[in-house]
């Protein structure tokens, strides 16, 4: 039912943001989703994140694969373009996309069968790169748009609906993230908002590649006991290792914990990162500790949520290649072009 | 030199030498000097590359036509065989033309009954030359290549100064190097100058046939064809035969595409983890309105194939080089085929089309490559610049590139923040000029005008998703008028009308020009005449049908086996399958004059030509 325009109502009571925006303007299309459903919530948080970071929404390019959590990038920033590439490569489509203009916000969003699946092969390498993006996997454990088929973050023992357990070790995004060198790598629960729109923001801010895995429970196929992706069992088992706050300018920290709790991570755009820890012993600054983490809370059947690693002097793809500030799309025939006669010195040289 | 029964082959500025050399020995760059000193004496070479998949050790062979008449095709045959490679002694050997020669390195006594007694042997003592003058065996190896040359000028009779020059120039900021190449060549020219009768029967004679003709690699030409047309993104995976010409891009960009006050690249090039992710950026580069291309072969152009659907479906510029090598599967990975056309005309899933272009040499790939950039943004969907191996990675003599200053970049239709301002309707599939082709808008461009959201399923006519039948229809029908638009924005085919009307016409494209200008020439000389075209691209443009037409019967000669653009014309155009007789030619090496000369005539003196036959390259 996506054809279908949403009615614009526009509150005069609605607060706009710097960019002169309500949050109304970074709302899209009508989801087509299931009542219920974790993706639209991480949808509503993309939405708060935008207009709290005044985004402006046509700055905004969003990329997406194909499944449930594919389809969500109608349903938000409606006046930003959006591009539902082929299955498992948005990766590959958003980092084209990016080197012909720097100058964008990209979103990438995808799910676990899209991105842990059938283009692992690309999330691997978009990590490595440094892509300057905020990719965000909606982590279900299933294939939902197929009806219900396990997917490979799905863990081991872990049933379906119709009971089938599943035999295959699953694959842990966060931990694969870390060790391919992304610069941001968090994790969350579309059921947390508090948690998820500081992280979404943080990403924002973020230069470099963040990757950001969102427990999004399926509701139709995946919320059943048995299933280690659903909401009862993530609210059960979620521990948070901190908290954000994410502060646009370097201001007093007006300090409601006690001293030693909160660490402030200054990022490129002059942002500011404030983490306050719920874990004394977690150092998100720390790639090879954050790793070791995850893995040991894992093994325990614990779900680790927060900002895991950041690299605030992170460096993207652009500067790795060393390419012009000049948006490539903006570039002209003179620019690039060397002309008839240094086509001439090239023939001669040739002869 | 041998006394033999067959009289000593004769020939001034028309023969070929074959080198057989193990791959990894340093042969190339000898062999290379060897092919351009004669040109720079003003007789056109046209060389070949015949190498293995394969870094060290393995066979491989170089080529050269010395031809004053430019007869740049490759001849078949060998009139005088370098043998340097004992791996390939017999073969090699067999090769020879009655008559012919055979040089080879006598340091080691090989046994009579190990050669042919009507061809004429030439020994040069390389290894003992070089073991006595240098001590490093790398060098002793090395040395020994150029040492042929110099055994090799004096027999054929070639200028001492032109290859020293030559050696200069490629040595120019390296003093030692040059020195002591001087001293190997002047090693081999002394040792013929004072044990053999020379020159030989075969001999180069400076002439003037050459002009201002460039010696150049099809990829390299592509490449730089890629940076005069704008290309800011090249995405690609290592694929032979077309790395040479990502590779050749970067050097170019390099040179080219640095700002100078900045420092900074205004070009990026991606190594990408396989074809799908290559064709993806480009994919997402075009999108976002930068120029980009990848360039792959036919594995490749099969691992692309979705993303192609994709591109051709939602309407995004894409170019796509491919230097087309002998498949199915990995197929003969260093060897030249055009066996791609049918995998890209029609590649992916469901209905779709694909504008295809056929350089015929670098020249071409250079214009191929810029008009394609331009091609793709104009019709918004993926171009294929279809070389092969045979242009792509050999050098060839062509004429020179050239640029029109006053060309600009055609962006396409491009509607921009000001046009969506002042209430332009923008329907992103939405054919407002009958062509076809819709406007799109680059993401970013307006707050809000202007957005939406690209899918490569069915939408209507403003990008919303539909699954109507009557917004598919349209959709489709647009692509197919889009397609049909293409037709006159394509390189036209160049026709050729023999001396005298004829009832008979050869089809044919790319690599195989040469060879078929030389075989229409030895026809005529046999009474033989034919009108040819030559097809730069697909769609085929209605002249192509008429030129059909107006023949009784139609050679369609191609290089690969199931005669793929016979098989695409007769399916485009709805030709009687039996007026098109395929010429086929496929053994992974290029089509010679004499096979198209021979196939044609047998062709025609066969008594029924209405019941179509292939004639196919003869098993050797």
Redesign the interface.
């Known amino acids: 039912m996506?054809?279908l325009a949403k009615p614009k109502l526009h509150h005069p009571s609605l607060t706009e943001n710097k960019a002169c925006h309500t949050r109304r303007d970074y709302e899209g299309r009508i989801s087509t989703l299931c009542a219920g459903c974790g993706h639209d919530s991480i949808s509503a948080a993309i939405i708060q994140a935008c207009w709290e970071m005044d985004v402006?929404?046509?700055?905004v390019?969003k990329?997406s694969g194909i499944g449930c959590s594919s389809k969500t990038?109608?349903y938000f920033l409606?006046?930003?373009?959006?591009?539902?590439?082929?299955h498992g490569?948005m990766?590959?489509?958003?980092?084209?996309?990016?080197?012909?203009?720097r100058?964008?916000l990209y979103l990438g969003v995808s799910g676990d069968g899209d991105s842990a699946s059938i283009g692992i092969?690309?999330f691997?390498?978009v990590m490595r790169?440094g892509v300057n993006m905020v990719y965000i996997v909606e982590n279900n454990g299933v294939y939902g748009l197929t009806k219900g088929q396990f997917s490979a973050t799905a863990d081991q023992g872990s049933t379906s609906k119709k009971g089938v357990v599943n035999a295959d070790s699953p694959i842990d995004m966060v931990s694969l993230a870390l060790q391919l060198g992304a610069t941001f790598v968090a994790r969350s629960f579309s059921g947390d908002k508090k948690q998820l729109v500081p992280l979404i923001k943080a990403a924002i801010a973020h230069k470099g590649a963040a990757f950001l895995d969102v427990i999004s429970p399926c509701v139709a196929f995946n919320n059943h006991p048995g299933s280690t992706k659903s909401y009862d069992y993530v609210r059960e088992h979620n521990e948070a290792v901190n908290r954000i706050d994410v502060i646009e300018t370097k201001q007093e920290i007006v300090v409601d914990f006690a001293e030693g709790e909160v660490v402030e991570v200054e990022q490129h755009d002059g942002s500011v990162l404030r983490l306050r820890k719920l874990k004394v012993d977690y150092d998100a600054t720390n790639r090879i500790s954050a790793m070791n983490y995850v893995q040991q809370h894992h093994a325990k059947g614990e779900v680790v949520t927060g900002l895991l690693y950041v690299d605030n002097e992170a460096g993207d793809m652009h500067e790795h290649?060393?390419?012009?500030?000049?948006a490539?799309?903006k570039?002209t025939?003179k620019?690039?072009?060397?002309?008839?006669s240094?086509?001439?010195k090239?023939?001669a040289s040739?002869? | 030199m041998t006394m033999t029964m067959n009289k000593p082959i004769e020939a001034v500025n028309d023969f070929v030498v074959k080198f057989a050399n193990v791959n990894g020995s340093g042969s190339a760059s000898a062999n290379e000097l060897f092919a351009k000193s004669i040109l720079r004496m003003g007789v056109p070479v046209s060389p070949r590359n015949i190498f293995p998949s394969n870094i060290q050790g393995l066979p491989t062979w170089y080529e050269v036509r010395v031809t004053e008449a430019g007869h740049l095709g490759r001849r078949g045959g060998v009139d005088l065989m370098v043998a340097m490679n004992p791996q390939t002694w017999v073969a090699d050997l067999k090769e020879i033309e009655p008559g012919g020669y055979l040089f080879y390195d006598n340091s080691k006594p090989i046994p009579a009954s190990r050669f042919r007694d009507d061809i004429h042997v030439i020994g040069v003592p390389l290894t003992e030359i070089c073991n006595a003058a240098y001590t490093d065996p790398r060098q002793r190896q090395l040395f020994k290549n150029i040492v042929y040359v110099g055994a090799l000028s004096v027999l054929l009779d070639m200028e001492c100064a032109v290859i020293e020059k030559l050696i200069a120039e490629q040595y120019k900021s390296k003093p030692k190097l040059l020195d002591s190449n001087v001293q190997a060549l002047h090693m081999g020219r002394e040792y013929v100058q004072k044990h053999l009768s020379h020159p030989i029967g075969l001999r180069v004679q400076r002439a003037d046939k050459v002009g201002n003709r460039i010696f150049m690699e099809g990829n390299n030409a592509a490449a730089l064809g890629a940076v005069y047309g704008g290309a800011t993104v090249c995405a690609w995976y290592p694929i032979t035969p077309s790395s040479s010409c990502a590779e050749a891009f970067q050097s170019y960009c390099m040179k080219y595409r640095v700002d100078a006050e900045t420092g900074k690249n205004m070009y990026a090039i991606v190594q990408a983890e396989d074809e799908i992710a290559s064709i993806g950026m480009v994919v997402g580069a075009g999108w976002n309105g930068a120029r980009a291309f990848t360039t792959t072969s036919g594995p490749g152009i099969s691992l692309m194939t979705e993303f192609i659907g994709l591109a051709y479906m939602a309407e995004i510029p894409v170019t796509i080089i491919n230097v087309q090598r002998g498949g199915p599967s990995t197929g003969m990975p260093t060897r030249t085929q055009q066996a791609d056309i049918l995998s890209c005309a029609y590649a992916s899933h469901g209905d779709t089309k694909h504008v295809l272009l056929f350089p015929e040499d670098p020249k071409e790939c250079f214009e191929h490559a810029a008009a394609a950039l331009d091609l793709a943004d104009r019709l918004q969907t993926p171009i294929f610049v279809m070389s092969d191996l045979d242009i792509g990675m050999n050098q060839r003599l062509c004429e020179p590139l050239q640029w029109d200053e006053s060309r600009g970049f055609d962006r396409g239709k491009v509607m921009t923040a000001e046009e969506l301002e002042s209430g332009k309707e923008f329907g992103r599939y939405l054919d407002v000029d009958g062509d076809g082709i819709p406007y799109r808008t680059y993401p970013g461009t307006h707050p809000s005008k202007g957005s939406f959201f690209t899918r490569g399923t069915t939408k209507n006519a403003y990008a919303g998703y539909s699954e109507q039948g009557p917004d598919y229809l349209y959709n489709v029908h647009r692509l197919l008028k889009k397609f049909d638009s293409a037709k006159a924005m394509v390189p036209q085919p160049v026709v050729k009308k023999a001396k005298q009307t004829t009832q008979f016409a050869a089809i044919y494209f790319g690599s195989t020009s040469p060879a078929m200008a030389e075989a229409i020439e030895v026809l005529q000389g046999e009474h033989t005449h034919l009108d040819t075209l030559r097809l730069r691209a697909f769609p085929f443009p209605d002249s192509v049908a008429e030129f059909i037409a107006e023949h009784q019967t139609v050679f369609i000669v191609e290089q690969n086996r199931d005669a793929q653009i016979r098989s695409l014309l007769i399916n485009e155009f709805g030709i009687d399958p039996a007026k098109l007789v395929p010429i086929l030619h496929y053994d992974g090496t290029p089509i010679t004059a004499r096979f198209i000369g021979r196939a044609i005539s047998t062709a025609i003196n066969a008594t029924n030509l209405a019941t179509p036959q292939t004639y196919k390259v003869a098993t050797p």
């Open positions: 996506t054809y402006e929404p046509h700055r390019a990329l990038p109608d409606g006046n930003s373009h959006g591009f539902n590439t082929v490569r990766p590959s489509v958003l980092t084209g996309a990016n080197l012909a203009n100058e964008l092969g690309q691997v390498h790169r290649i060393n390419t012009t500030e000049t490539f799309n570039l025939s620019q690039l072009c060397p002309g008839a240094v086509l001439d090239i023939n040739l002869r």
